[in-house]
T-cell receptor, first 114, second 114 residues
Framework: GQNIDQPTEMTATEGAIVQINCTYQ??????LFWYQQHAGEAPTFLSY????GLEEKGRFSSFLSRSKGYSYLLLKELQMKDSASYLC???????????????FGRGTSLIVHP | KAGVTQTPRYLIKTRGQQVTLSCSPISGHRSVSWYQQTPGQGLQFLFE???????NKGNFPGRFSGRQFSNSRSEMNVSTLELGDSALYLC?????????????FGEGSRLTVL
């Protein structure tokens, strides 16, 4: 089965750094995604990791350790607009239909306050 | 380039009714997936279509069905609505034949069942 865990809610201060963790147990592994979803809006792609290590993209970085089943999303220089839900999604084994179906965590609601 | 478009954005139905939701993917994207999003369960996979064929299906009852047309537009239908079907229904499209790329989500159709 597939199991993805991430904290339900986190709070942080504008200008600070926050790390959102994601642990997973899946049948096979073929990549991990992070998405951002503002209230009432569509989830949007942030990052993708398939190999161990850190991927940096501006203020956002994502880390993966496949042996530990662990990833984190690091947000630097937090801004008020970063208040959103952050979704961790893991692509496991190829599904029976011949394609990959990512499994999503329940999301971490990040609140950034002044 | 237009994004994923879902209609209607909001709708209210009563128990026992049925509902049809529509999704127009990004031009050139042939894979369309549907997800149900609720606060308690997060994003749950419903089904995925590619070239008018359902490739994969999640663990939802037969009341949930869908189809895809030759222009890649997709519809999902929920019959005999129950209160628990109240949720945000998200459609996502991707380019790759095996769905390896990132997902591009629409803003969703928020269904309320009374």
């Amino acid at each position: 089965g597939q199991n993805i865990d991430q904290p339900t809610e986190m709070t942080a201060t504008e200008g600070a750094i926050v790390q959102i963790n994601c642990t997973y147990q899946t049948s096979g592994f073929n990549g991990l995604f992070w998405y951002q979803q503002h209230a009432g809006e569509a989830p949007t792609f942030l990052s993708y990791n398939v190999l161990d290590g850190l991927e940096e993209k501006g203020r956002f970085s994502s880390f993966l350790s496949r042996s530990k089943g662990y990833s984190y999303l690091l947000l630097k220089e937090l801004q008020m607009k970063d208040s959103a839900s952050y979704l961790c999604a893991v692509r496991g084994s190829l599904a029976s239909g011949g394609s990959y179906i990512p499994t999503f965590g329940r999301g971490t609601s990040l609140i950034v306050h002044p | 380039k237009a994004g994923v478009t879902q209609t209607p954005r909001y709708l209210i139905k009563t128990r026992g009714q049925q509902v049809t939701l529509s999704c127009s993917p990004i031009s050139g994207h042939r894979s369309v997936s549907w997800y149900q999003q609720t606060p308690g369960q997060g994003l749950q996979f419903l089904f995925e279509y590619f070239s008018e064929t359902q490739r994969n299906k999640g663990n939802f009852p037969g009341r949930f069905s869908g189809r895809q047309f030759s222009n890649s537009r997709s519809e999902m239908n929920v019959s005999t609505l129950e209160l628990g079907d109240s949720a945000l229904y998200l459609c996502a499209s991707s380019l790759g034949g095996d769905n390896t790329g990132e997902l591009f989500f629409g803003e969703g159709s928020r269904l309320t069942v009374l």
